[in-house]
């Protein structure tokens, strides 16, 4: 059986990391997935941080999967209110089927 959900994804600088996962437990979100990101922006090409002695200017991927579009909206609007006009960043959301899972 599955259910609709939506997928917000943020990709953004690795230093806003811990700050933009506060956010997204203060909005109740269940979980997320970081993962390594790299790639070219209006910010310029950013290494994804493989292999280098320092990934301090590397970026990630933040998942986010959530029963309620307002949820990941809500998130999504946060974090580029605060952190996008100073630091590198995009946030989309995807309208989604999950197929398995443990809670939304």
Same mark, same amino acid.
């Given at each position: 059986?599955?259910?609709?959900? =939506?997928?917000? $994804?943020?990709? %953004? ?16 979100? %269940?979980?997320? %997935? ?12 950013? =290494? =994804? ?10 970026? $990630?991927?933040?998942?986010?999967? %959530? ?38």
């Amino acid at each position: 059986m599955s259910q609709q959900a =939506s997928k917000l $994804v943020i990709i %953004t600088e690795k230093v806003l990391l811990r700050d933009v996962v506060r956010i997204i437990d203060a909005a109740g979100a %269940t979980g997320y %997935t970081v993962m390594a990101a790299g790639g070219k922006g209006s910010r310029n090409t950013r =290494s =994804s941080g493989q292999p280098a002695v320092s990934d301090t200017f590397s970026n $990630v991927k933040l998942e986010v999967i %959530t029963a309620s579009p307002d949820m990941a909206r809500a998130i999504a609007d946060e974090v580029a209110k605060k952190y996008f006009d100073n630091f590198s960043g995009i946030a989309y959301i995807d309208d989604i089927e999950v197929l398995y899972a443990h809670m939304l």
